[in-house]
């Protein structure tokens, strides 16, 4: 199911959450910093009619794992 919400997302949107996927891995960046940071972005492509709930934990899930 991810995969599908992910492949339907934009280029420059899918770039961007491969982006803070990283900063999320990375031991550089404090983790709860770019959680929070993590789930603003969603929201807002969320507040956008880009994605809805479910697709929202989805990916938030994707994020931080």
């Given at each position: 199911?991810?995969?599908?919400?992910?492949?339907?997302?934009?280029?420059?949107?899918?770039?961007?959450?491969e982006?803070?996927?990283?900063?999320?891995?990375?031991?550089?960046?404090?983790?709860?910093?770019?959680?929070?940071?993590?789930?603003?972005?969603?929201?807002?492509?969320r507040?956008?009619?880009?994605?809805?709930?479910?697709?929202?934990?989805?990916?938030?899930?994707?994020?931080?794992?």
């Amino acid at each position: 199911m991810t995969r599908e919400i992910l492949n339907s997302l934009p280029q420059n949107i899918l770039k961007t959450i491969e982006i803070w996927k990283g900063r999320y891995n990375d031991d550089r960046f404090d983790k709860p910093i770019c959680k929070g940071e993590i789930r603003g972005y969603l929201m807002g492509l969320r507040d956008a009619g880009i994605i809805t709930d479910n697709q929202y934990r989805c990916i938030f899930v994707y994020m931080t794992l």
